[in-house]
């Protein structure tokens, strides 16, 4: 019998965490996938966990755009994506 209050308790303390994670800790879009075309999202990710964590921010849309066209991901004039494989990136 006393399994069945340890079952309720484990699943009593599962949904408390799981409000409290929907609820009180907002965690943002990781900036790998916001920067698939969502540029200033992908910087205001990467600014929100610089200021969470007291450090100052560190990236501007300016500075994630020329490593973009450093390294040849900008999207062409014509809409073709003009990625660099990741060998060519390396060497």
């Given at each position: 019998?006393?399994?069945?209050?340890?079952?309720?308790?484990?699943?009593?303390?599962?949904?408390?965490?799981?409000?409290?994670?929907?609820?009180?800790?907002?965690?943002?879009e990781?900036?790998?996938?916001?920067?698939?075309?969502?540029?200033?999202?992908?910087?205001?990710?990467?600014?929100?966990?610089?200021?969470?964590?007291g450090?100052?921010?560190?990236?501007?849309?300016?500075?994630?755009?020329?490593?973009?066209?450093?390294?040849?991901?900008?999207?062409?004039?014509?809409?073709?994506?003009?990625?660099?494989?990741?060998?060519?990136?390396?060497?």
């Open positions: 019998m006393g399994w069945i209050y340890t079952m309720i308790t484990l699943g009593a303390l599962s949904l408390a965490f799981t409000f409290i994670r929907i609820f009180v800790f907002k965690l943002p990781t900036p790998r996938f916001l920067s698939q075309g969502r540029d200033q999202d992908a910087v205001d990710a990467v600014n929100y966990v610089a200021r969470q964590n450090k100052p921010e560190p990236l501007t849309i300016a500075m994630l755009r020329e490593v973009d066209a450093r390294l040849g991901s900008a999207s062409a004039e014509d809409g073709r994506n003009t990625r660099l494989s990741r060998k060519e990136v390396i060497s």
